[in-house]
């Protein structure tokens, strides 16, 4: 993890990834290349992005750095301070709320022993609540880093961490079976297999 | 050009315009926080809301352009209630302290309010607050009265050209702020201040010292630099209080600089306010007559051409002309206001900034030889920025770089260079040619060295090479950094028949053929030379000038006095005196009249309206005040040989330059802050 002192600079991989981005937009446009390059910044800098990375882009994209400031504390999905190598985002909106995102957060502070907004000691998971992630469909959820989990129950939770933990991969999407938001008691149409 | 029926009002609008701007030509009045004329729209304050036929809700009318049979309505009902809902608004996380706030009486957010603020709050949750930031020794900071119309970083962005000011987070949380808390590096900073609609930007130094009711407010010009930027000098007592802009769309618009602004404290030290008479090596207090018959002693018996007089950087046209007048009389040819040694003067042409300030904006096409417009002249730097803004201006730049918050072509660093675009040898020259409006700017860095002439001459040959001056434009500009320059120019306070000029005057001090030297406010020469000579100090401030002095005569600065003042342009402007000088120190002309009846050569002028008639006769541009004569193309300079040295800038230090800003601790924490950190971190740091 790069403490705030030390010099952010894209790696070769990443730097061929950022000037792919820079090259969709026409000359003297670079700047609207910002968010990717956050991004990218972000995923090579373990989940977050230093003051150093931002200046770093500021000056590739030819910006001022208080430009790039504003875009990164805009969006929530930036994050400006260091975060464990699993990032859980639980969904705390409406829908996961009524169909047991408070089991699920409960879980995860006894599993994790942190609460809301911290990061365990060992580093490896940084716990938060957001808000709707647009998969109400497939309430409750968390997202782990780009993954969402679905459909899930306190017991999965505890599973997917303590894999996670263990160092395996759980794999994402719904946990009840059923395949990505089809109805949960099996399908009612297209019955024929969509031949007709 | 559309036509809009305004409350009933049919307007004619020029295109572009917009329903707020159509509504001002209609003459309805429409609030606003945001929307600013010189700066871009953001359209987010949504005070300015009014209704238009056919439109189901109101609109913003800041943010509409105006239409072809628009029919707009300022007054109903309607408008006063979504009004009223947007300060609403705009009240929720603003805090009830007007009677601390330094804004208090002179704010848009208070004085809207008396008009469509409820009298109570409905909202009865809590307030946010927000961290004050530190941007620097000028502006203060208040963040949570901030709402957010984003005036300042428009204003940063867009006319002082430092992208420093950004609104971060998002929503609620919205601040405005910098990145990584730092000052705002700009010489225009302190608009800021008048910008901001509420009092989350306040000036620092003025901070709890004065209500805005209580200031007796005086229009004048500013002396800090050769713009003459129209200022109002807000005094109390026997004190100036502030110094704020005045609206001049050919000069300053309605900006200044923070030295115009903020030096004023300088004011207060190190004031000369009373004789003094050299005794015994030490300055020791005298009376009037004490330090009169001093100076006659020190005169009589001398030859004219063994006395000199130097005027300084802040001297008015009044005192200029009477110590010129007065040098006449006692024979002698030795006076010159150039002290930085400029080789200017003769044809007006020559050292006039002939475009105009506000000509600048026609130009399309711009050569600066060795001046640094930014510290020179902030307003000027501005302007050509704003220019800039405007697109299609090309800047080539001969001297030492540095940024000018618009990009320039770098040509050269010297003599060398201007000397191939006057031959037509660079490339730059493909870019004049093609110009319909070339300007060329000449700074101090350029004339005031020994081959000063020969400079001005190649300047002129680009000049005439390019077609710069015709009928309809002249693209041939000084660039002036001295308030008293121009009018020391016009007035001909430059070394008569064989007379002496600032460095001939110091090097005859030196071997003793001139034995006296009248100071008006000179404090940037070398006083060394003078040690020997019998020096007269005629000032305001104690600054080289007093300490090398053998008589103090104690004078008024700018703030002071009744007096003329000439900008780099030739444009005449009145200051005006906001408070008395302190102790005995009196308006500068009146102290040379009263001393020339002592040595029998009595000045024929017993009023101001008398001596500013003897101005007029000397150079009758005198005559009309906040006009410009254009100045007849005609000869300067002589052709001659050019150094290889390069142009340097001829201001070190931006916020030192005169004796009131020397004295001003507030620019001596913005020297600290500003120049000395960066002239560090070009040393020899790794």
């Known amino acids: ?196 | 050009m559309p036509k809009l029926t305004i409350d009933g009002v049919e307007v004619e609008v020029a295109d572009g315009s917009t329903v707020l701007q159509a509504c001002e030509d209609a003459g309805a009045e429409v609030p606003r926080f945001c929307y600013h004329d010189r700066l871009s729209i953001a359209g987010n304050c949504r005070m300015c809301l009014v209704e238009m036929e056919k439109s189901p809700k109101p609109i913003a009318s800041c943010a509409m352009p105006a239409g072809e049979g628009m029919v707009i309505h300022t007054n109903t009902p309607e408008v006063k209630k979504a009004r009223e809902g947007v300060m609403e608004f705009l009240l929720i996380n603003h805090p009830l302290d007007c009677p601390i706030c330094d804004q208090g009486g002179e704010c848009d957010l208070q004085d809207q309010s008396m008009a469509y603020g409820r009298h109570f709050t409905r909202f009865n949750e809590h307030k946010r607050a927000v961290k004050d930031k530190d941007v620097g020794p000028l502006v203060e900071t208040i963040m949570t009265r901030c709402i957010h119309c984003t005036r300042c970083i428009r204003f940063a962005d867009e006319i002082a050209g430092v992208e420093e000011f950004g609104a971060v987070f998002r929503g609620e949380h919205m601040e405005i702020g910098t990145y990584v808390e730092k000052a705002v590096s700009s010489e225009l900073s302190g608009n800021m201040i008048d910008l901001c609609p509420v009092g989350a930007l306040t000036s620092k130094p003025y901070a709890f010292t004065a209500r805005s009711w209580e200031l007796r407010k005086t229009e004048s010009v500013d002396a800090h630099d050769a713009v003459g930027s129209n200022i109002r000098i807000d005094g109390r007592g026997g004190e100036v209080m502030r110094i704020v802009p005045r609206l001049h769309e050919d000069v300053n618009e309605e900006w200044i600089s923070d030295k115009s602004r903020f030096a004023y404290d300088g004011l207060r030290k190190r004031r000369l306010d009373r004789c003094y008479v050299r005794r015994n090596g030490k300055l020791e207090e005298a009376s009037w007559q004490q330090a009169f018959d001093a100076v006659s002693k020190a005169l009589s018996g001398l030859r004219g051409d063994q006395i000199a007089a130097i005027a300084g950087d802040l001297a008015d046209c009044e005192s200029m002309t009477a110590l010129k007048d007065l040098m006449t009389g006692l024979g002698s040819a030795n006076i010159d206001c150039r002290q930085d040694g400029a080789k200017l003067g003769g044809s007006r042409c020559g050292y006039l900034f002939n475009s105009t300030i506000a000509g600048i904006e026609e130009s399309d096409a711009m050569l600066i030889v060795g001046a640094d417009p930014r510290w020179e002249a902030p307003l000027v730097n501005a302007r050509i920025r704003k220019r800039w803004r405007q697109g299609g201006l090309k800047v080539g730049f001969i001297g030492a770089h540095r940024d000018l918050t618009y990009p320039v072509n770098n040509l050269g660093v010297g003599p060398k260079t201007l000397g191939q675009v006057a031959a037509g040898e660079h490339d730059f020259t493909s870019v004049l040619e093609r110009s319909e409006r070339p300007m060329l700017i000449l700074g101090p860095g350029a004339v005031a060295r020994t081959d000063g002439a020969g400079v001005l001459s190649a300047a002129r040959t680009i000049a005439e090479k390019y077609t710069m001056v015709r009928e309809d434009w002249n693209g041939f500009n000084i660039l002036h950094r001295a308030a008293s320059r121009v009018g020391g120019l016009d007035l001909g306070f430059v070394p008569g028949a064989a007379g002496r000029d600032v460095s001939g005057i110091l090097a005859s001090a030196e071997s003793g053929a001139v034995k006296f030297v009248w100071l008006l406010g000179a404090d940037e020469i070398d006083m060394m030379p003078l040690s020997k000579t019998f020096t007269v100090y005629q000032g305001h401030h104690g600054d080289a000038g007093a300490a090398a002095a053998d008589v103090v005569l104690p004078g008024a600065a700018y703030t002071e006095k009744n007096a003329t003042y000439v900008n780099l342009e030739g444009r005449v402007q009145r200051a005006y005196r906001a408070i008395y000088p302190p102790g005995d120190a009196r308006e500068d002309w009146t102290i040379l009249r009263a001393f020339s009846d002592e040595v029998a050569r009595t000045l024929p002028y017993d009023t101001l309206d008398s001596l500013r008639g003897r101005m007029v006769e000397i150079a009758p541009t005198f005559s009309g005040v906040d006009k410009i004569a254009p100045a007849v193309w005609d000869n300067f300079g002589e052709p001659g040989e050019m150094s290889g040295e390069a142009f340097a800038g001829s201001v070190e230090n931006f916020y030192l330059t005169d004796v009131i800003a020397r004295a001003s601790d507030t620019m001596a924490k913005c020297s600290s802050q500003f120049v000395a950190r960066n002239q560090k971190k070009t040393g020899t740091n790794g």
């Not at chain 1, 730097?15 to 700047?31: F, T």
């Not at chain 1, 995923?43 to 003051?51: A, T």
């Not at chain 1, 395949?179 to 008691?185: E, I, K, Y």
Request: aromatic share 8%; proline share 6%; with cysteine.
């Open chain 1, 1 to 196: 993890m790069t403490t705030p002192e030390t010099k952010f600079k894209f790696t070769p991989d990443y730097l061929e990834r950022a000037k792919a981005h820079i090259a969709k937009y026409p000359d003297g446009r670079q700047a609207s290349a910002v968010m990717p390059l956050l991004d990218l910044a972000q995923r090579q800098n373990g989940g977050w992005i230093s003051r150093e990375a931002m200046a770093y882009i500021a000056e590739m994209l030819e910006m001022a750095e208080i430009r790039v400031y504003e875009v990164a504390t805009f969006y929530t999905m930036y994050n400006l301070e260091p975060v464990g190598k699993y990032l859980v985002q639980l969904c705390r909106t409406t829908p996961c709320w009524l169909r047991g995102a408070n089991d699920l957060l409960s879980v995860c502070k006894e599993e994790l022993g942190v609460g809301t907004g911290e990061t365990t000691e060992d580093g490896l998971f940084t716990l938060i609540e957001v808000e709707c992630l647009g998969a109400c469909v497939n309430a409750p959820m968390v997202q782990i880093n780009d993954d969402y989990f679905e459909d899930l129950t306190a017991a999965q939770m505890r599973e997917i961490l303590s894999m996670l933990r263990r160092g395996e991969k759980p794999s994402p999407g719904p946990q009840n079976g059923r395949q990505s938001s089809a109805p949960g008691t099996g399908m009612t149409t297209l019955l024929d297999g969509g031949a007709g």
